[in-house]
């Protein structure tokens, strides 16, 4: 288990699957795990479609919140001590931003940055079908040490009766990566 002091940053950006950002920051807020919360605006959108939520109700999981405008935010240094990052949802042009080094906002630096200093990252990409271009983006980050491409994909070995539980499976199974141990997680036994 995490101990406490530890920080991890959570990116959330428009793809669909807006409750797997809710669902992290929620198992996060049960732990002494600090949350960083950095969101695209394209996220504001499914968080308002998916979840009926607004951002501000939404940004209230988070320990902290940092405008994705903001490039000089202290997440965008590697000085600036983390645990790491996941990225959940993560889109098509975020995985493709993060697999290029184009940091063009706060959440591709700061995923940048994790990557630089060696620290995990996982990414709950999204997309399907899958194109050519999006499986060479994944293929050249799953290449690099400490990168989890994690999509959210459906488990039944877990035995869930709603999506909410599927939801939570896959999260715990993420946050695992950074030693993350979240209550109700049904292990394989
Ligand atoms: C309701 C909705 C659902 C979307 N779902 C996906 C998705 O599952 N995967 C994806 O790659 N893009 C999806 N998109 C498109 C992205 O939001 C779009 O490519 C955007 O530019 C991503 O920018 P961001 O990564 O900075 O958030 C969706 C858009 C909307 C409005």
């Known amino acids: 288990m995490m ?7 959570v990116g959330v950006s428009g793809a669909s699957g807006a409750a797997l950002a809710l669902e992290c920051l ?3 807020a049960e732990t002494e795990v600090e949350s960083c919360l ?3 605006s394209n996220a504001e959108l499914t968080i308002n479609q998916e979840l009926g939520m607004s951002v501000e109700e939404f940004s209230g999981h988070a320990d902290r919140v940092f405008d994705n405008r903001n490039i000089g935010a202290s997440i965008a240094s590697g000085t600036f001590r983390t645990d790491g990052m996941i990225v959940a949802p993560c889109s098509m042009k975020t995985l493709s931003g993060v697999a290029n080094g184009f940091s063009e906002n706060l959440l591709l630096r700061a995923a ?13 990409v999204r997309e399907s079908p899958l194109s050519a271009i999006h499986v060479d983006n994944m293929a050249k980050l799953a290449r690099i040490p400490g990168v989890v491409l994690m999509p959210p994909l459906l488990t039944f070995y877990n035995e869930p009766t709603s999506v909410d539980d599927m939801v939570h499976h896959i999260v715990c199974k993420a946050l695992q990566v950074f030693d993350i141990e979240c ?3 049904h292990r394989w036994s």
Not at 3 to 9: F, L, P, Q
Not at 115 to 123: D, F, G, H, T
């Open 3 to 9: 101990s406490s002091g530890a920080r991890v940053v």
């Open 26 to 28: 929620r198992c996060l």
């Open 38 to 40: 950095v969101l695209s």
């Open 112 to 124: 940048d940055v994790t990557l630089k200093e060696q620290r995990p990252l996982v990414l709950m």
């Open 183 to 185: 209550s109700g997680f």
